[in-house]
């Protein structure tokens, strides 16, 4: 359903864009959003996009960190400028579909911040 992309190793204070490819409209999902995996930490939500096109940020992504969707393409992605070595982890995407309210998850896509 989700194919996340998009991650590898960057040096601190570069860039990444992360992409998660739905099979099905983005039309039909109430919210699509990234999390990310540290390892020994618990999955955490980074940025959040809604069916109206609202966004929500963790507090740490702040101006770092730019979530968007494109109809055309039924993908979303995060834009990660700036990024930190507290960054790394491994990127899920996740999409919660209308009606049902069924969740899917993508397969992960590690992102590396290292010099």
């Known amino acids: 359903q989700l194919q996340a992309s998009g991650g590898g190793l960057v040096q601190p204070g570069g860039s990444l864009r992360l992409s998660c490819a739905a099979s099905?409209?983005?039309?039909?999902?109430?919210?699509m959003t990234w999390y990310h995996q540290a390892p020994g930490k618990q999955r955490e939500l980074v940025a959040t996009?809604?069916?109206?096109?609202?966004?929500n940020y963790e507090e740490s992504v702040k101006g770092r960190f730019t979530i968007s969707k494109s109809y055309a393409k039924n993908t979303v992605y995060l834009q990660m400028n700036s990024l930190k070595p507290e960054d790394a982890a491994v990127y899920y995407c996740?999409?919660?579909?209308?009606?049902?309210?069924?969740?899917?998850w993508g397969q992960g896509t590690l992102v590396t911040v290292s010099s």
């Open positions: 996740n999409a919660e579909q209308a009606i049902t309210g069924e969740n899917y």
């Open positions: 099905r409209s983005v039309f039909s999902f109430v919210a």
């Open positions: 996009i809604k069916y109206d096109g609202s966004i």
